[in-house]
């Protein structure tokens, strides 16, 4: 097979090796997670990899009837009918030369090769640049697993004396055995800090209730701190708080987790100014019913679609900068569009989302400069298709009834429980 070798740019006398040719790949895909110290089991290890090579090429390749889930853990997709305006920042996922070294490794034997061929891998570096200030969560007893997962938001205090602009925030778990994902909002007027009892925290599901529905951050394991593009900022004034909304998954035993926010501020106001809002179908006070009839996805049902049409209220030449699209245990994919209507002109798709994952939601953000960013007027209208399937062949609704320990898949209709469904898409919005 010299033909692969060359094509493959390795030496066609020698095959390729883990530590000359997989590692580099693995490295820079899978490493933000996948090494001694991060999220998951190391694959630096020659042997493992060797062990799992076919698992590795089968799940990289997206084929997911294979797995329960997809990795790197990446849901976007580019389709005939959706093609996002611009490139994903933080793409894991691995280039077709990427996958054709891993399959010439894995059909030449998946041998481990020579450690002095290891070149230094360029691994994702998770930390955020020039944060300038941290905020503590108080100490949280996550009690040792008992079937439901609790939503804890804790107030935290800016301490601002005058207005500064976010421009970058990284959750750093406590225990990150434990910190399933988490997400920063901003609290305008501090309404959270009153629910909070004295251990500083209240329970809550995926909005923290009295507060607004906007967020600064929303953060996964191994992912990449979230950061705005040059010259944009979110606006923290005095008056504001932050919450910390943590998704806690318990372990076999009881753990202490104390998670801290990084932030950085700028202090001159930037060109842009950033917001992302909600929309969609969720069952907040805050939001007015969107859809009508509500959101149902009935017991049994596969396939089944909604469409959810919201007007976006903004300034004119507002940019969309990152897409975090949303559905609870029975959403299957999800695509989102603007609609310019009024304005003529085709939709803009801004993202697919082909296989929905409860467990590994992001944040999408795009890698454009800003004037090439999809611009947005006011009349525009974003839209929301997302499919469901709530049988048993969908395992994220086998998960869901194991943890409420009810027999059969039931009715789901819109609300913020994880006995309920949504279909929304948070939209990261600049100003001008
Ligand atoms: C954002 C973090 C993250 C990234 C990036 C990531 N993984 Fe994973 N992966 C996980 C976690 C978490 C698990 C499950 C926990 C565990 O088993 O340690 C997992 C599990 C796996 C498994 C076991 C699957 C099974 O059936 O149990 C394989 C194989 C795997 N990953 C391969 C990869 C490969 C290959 C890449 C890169 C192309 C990759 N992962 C990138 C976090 C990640």
């Not at 396939?303 to 007007?311: C, D, I, K, M, S």
Request: include cysteine; charge should be negative.
């Amino acid at each position: 097979m010299w033909w692969i070798a060359a094509l493959l740019g390795c030496n066609p006398e020698s095959p390729p090796t883990f530590y000359a040719d997989v590692a580099p790949v693995l490295g820079a895909r899978c490493g933000a997670c996948h090494t001694s110290d991060g999220v998951a089991f190391s694959l630096d290890d020659p042997e493992i990899a060797a062990v799992l090579a076919d698992d590795l090429i089968t799940l990289a390749r997206g084929r997911t009837d294979a797995a329960p889930y997809r990795m790197p853990p990446f849901a976007a997709v580019e389709t005939e009918a959706c093609a996002p305006p611009a490139p994903w920042k933080d793409d894991p996922r691995l280039t077709d030369r990427e996958l054709a070294v891993l399959v010439a490794w894995r059909d030449a034997g998946a041998l481990p090769g020579d450690p002095d061929d290891l070149v230094p891998v360029d691994r994702p570096s998770l930390d955020l640049v020039g944060a300038n200030a941290t905020l503590t969560a108080p100490e949280h007893l996550v009690a040792a697993y008992t079937g439901v997962d609790p939503y804890i938001c804790f107030p935290l205090d800016p301490g601002l004396s005058e207005t500064r602009w976010l421009t970058g925030v990284q959750v750093l778990p406590g225990d990150d055995r434990v910190v399933h994902h988490a997400s920063v909002l901003l609290d305008p007027g501090r309404a959270s800090a009153a629910l909070a009892g004295s251990d500083g925290s209240f329970p809550c599901f995926a909005t923290p209730g009295a507060v607004g529905s906007d967020s600064v951050a929303n953060f996964a394991p191994g992912a990449p701190p979230s950061e705005l593009p040059d010259d944009a900022g979110f606006a923290v004034s005095p008056s504001d708080g932050l919450v910390l909304l943590v998704h806690y998954h318990g372990i076999t035993e009881d753990v202490v987790d104390r998670t801290q926010v990084a932030l950085r501020y700028v202090d001159a106001p930037p060109a842009h100014t950033a917001r992302f809002t909600l929309n969609g179908v969720i069952d907040l006070d805050v939001l007015p019913r969107t859809v009508d009839p509500p959101l149902l996805v009935p017991a049994g049902a596969t396939g089944h679609a909604e469409e959810v049409r919201v007007p976006l209220v903004l300034p004119d030449g507002a940019r969309i900068w990152s897409v975090f699209p949303h559905m609870h245990y029975s959403g299957v994919s999800q695509q989102v569009f603007v609609d310019h209507g009024a304005h003529g002109g085709d939709d803009t798709c801004l993202i697919e989302v082909g296989r929905w994952d409860f467990d590994w939601q992001r944040d999408y953000v795009y890698d454009a400069p800003l004037d090439a960013l999809p611009e947005v007027h006011p009349g525009d209208e974003l839209v929301v298709r997302c499919t469901f399937d709530n049988t048993v062949d969908n395992p994220s609704v086998v998960t869901l009834l194991d943890d409420l320990g009810v027999p059969e898949p039931f009715d789901l209709a819109s609300g913020n429980a994880s006995t309920d469904e949504m279909c929304v898409a948070l939209v990261g919005l600049l100003f001008p």
